[in-house]
């Protein structure tokens, strides 16, 4: 309803058609730049108690918004000022939200308790935008968004309500949040299930962004209709977003999620060049539905493939950085096909994005979905505490660990392959700088190296190495020839 509301309200105060695209970059933006941060408090933090906190934050702000509306003094500046203020909230919570997802079921059942969740998202936008345009016709422009803002008490009743599963204590202190978002974005760089499932996530929505953006100017302008259709083709885009997900499993099961994501892409360039086309309420429709279930297809796939790639310990963070991509890559691409609209007309814009999502399956191939779904990312904690002859400051570092190998020299190739395996690990779980050095006066002797910020990060380091990591290792050190390899911690010896 608030979706239908705001897109409405903005084409009677300035139909301009970059103006209108704003909207959408206004609800994604804040998604881009706080979801990172949110994600940091979402790992070092209580994630119901920060829900509860942001979700009646949320309440708040909108009830101001609403009163604002109401009031008629809302103009195009202060509209847009408004989603973003209310969407920060959102941003601030996203990572948490997604985060608990995994605390709720067993890994096999993620993939459907996603799509399950997608459902509920789609079910409200299947009868809220259709309500929102009987609401607006019948009582006014602001009752969509007073309804917003007090149905949001229920969520955080939900919240209050819900207890979060027990799990044991670290014995280490919370990371600090500057060092959290640090260690966040280095893992996302060096996990390389992730990394390809942001690729693919910015290949989708940049131009799935399109219709989004431009929905409310192609069914006033274009299709001559008023906010009851908007909120039908909003409505008709949720329900068949509802009815792929029952769908959806079988999908996955037959086609793969590669396949599957391809298959979205697909159906959102022809659902994006059918809006480009439509000049009656039924072409219109036709596109709605086939936007909705490409839709769910793709954002299902996505977000599972990201929630797969990551282990507890980072999870928030993870998903924080799908986040950031996905929303990043609709606030970017809202503003360029509502720049483009404006100058070259609305199916112009239009037909271009649809072309863009067609391409972008080719070039994105290489990049594969879902692959940490067989990885086991819990603690293996095979590494032992190091061993030390006195307490050590928690902030004292950097700490510089060599481990020593000794190898039969014909292996060195495969060797070194191997440990390059080892290297992604060391650098994903906290590790800033990594390094191999071979004895240049005894053949086969290789020294590795790598560095922590402090030895508190050491120590967590050490929590974080996986049951996958631990296979890795395994693989390195059947060449270590004799006992060994040999491991040495050494620690900064100057103050700042």
């Not at 509802?242 to 022809?270: H, N, W, Y």
């Not at 793709?298 to 282990?311: E, G, K, R, T, Y």
Request: charged fraction near 15%; proline fraction near 5%.
């Amino acid at each position: 309803m608030y979706s239908v509301a705001s897109g409405w309200l903005m084409t009677s105060l300035d139909p301009n058609a970059f103006i209108v695209s704003m909207v959408q970059a206004a609800n994604s933006l804040p998604m881009f730049l706080f979801a990172i941060p949110a994600g940091a408090l979402a790992d070092i933090v209580n994630q119901r108690r920060f829900l509860i906190v942001g979700e009646s934050a949320i309440t708040v702000v909108s009830g101001a918004f609403a009163a604002l509306v109401w009031l008629h003094l809302i103009t195009p500046a202060s509209l847009l000022v408004f989603s973003f203020v209310v969407t920060v909230g959102s941003a601030m919570t996203a990572p948490a939200w997604q985060a608990v997802v995994a605390k709720l079921v067993p890994k096999p059942d993620l993939p459907s308790a996603v799509a399950a969740n997608s459902v509920g998202i789609n079910v409200s936008r299947a009868i809220g935008p259709a309500l929102g345009g009987v609401i607006i016709g019948a009582l006014g422009i602001a009752a969509p968004f007073w309804v917003d803002a007090f149905s949001n008490i229920g969520v955080v009743a939900a919240l209050i309500w819900w207890r979060a599963p027990t799990r044991s204590a670290s014995a280490l202190p919370p990371e600090a949040f500057g060092s959290a978002i640090r260690t966040g974005l280095r893992y996302a760089r060096y996990n390389s299930y992730l990394r390809a499932t942001l690729i693919r996530t910015l290949a989708f929505f940049v131009f799935g962004s399109a219709y989004w953006a431009l929905l409310p100017l192609v069914t006033r302008t274009q299709i001559a209709g008023g906010p009851a259709l908007y909120g039908v083709l909003l409505g008709v885009i949720g329900a068949s977003a509802v009815g792929g997900a029952f769908i959806l499993r079988r999908l996955r099961e037959k086609l793969g999620a590669d396949s599957l994501v391809a298959a979205a892409s697909v159906g959102t360039a022809l659902a994006t060049a059918l809006f480009a086309l439509a000049r009656d309420p039924a072409i219109a429709i036709v596109a709605s539905f086939i936007a909705g279930i490409s839709w769910i297809a793709a954002v299902s796939c996505l977000n599972v493939s990201a929630q797969v790639a990551l282990p507890e310990w980072v999870r928030g963070r993870g998903l924080a950085m799908y986040v950031t991509v996905m929303f990043g890559a609709l606030t970017i691409g809202s503003a360029i096909w509502g720049e483009l609209a404006a100058v070259a007309g609305l199916p112009a814009a239009l037909l271009l994005a649809a072309a863009g999502a067609a391409i972008a399956i080719p070039l994105t191939w290489r990049w594969k979905l879902q692959t940490g779904a067989n990885v086991d990312f819990s603690p293996s904690m095979h590494w032992p505490d190091p061993v030390t002859t006195h307490d050590i400051e928690a902030d004292r570092g950097p700490v510089l660990v060599t481990v020593e190998y000794r190898i039969d020299p014909k292996n060195r190739t495969a060797f070194l392959h191997a440990l390059g395996q080892n290297s992604r690990e060391r650098r994903r779980d906290g590790a800033y700088d990594w390094g191999i050095f071979e004895d240049s006066a005894d053949e086969g002797r290789f020294i590795e190296t790598f560095l922590t910020d402090s030895w508190l990060e050491h120590l967590r380091l050490h929590r974080r190495v996986t049951k996958a990591d631990r296979i890795s290792e395994q693989a390195v050190r059947r060449f270590q020839i004799g006992d060994g390899p040999k491991t040495t911690h050494l620690i900064s010896a100057q103050r700042n």
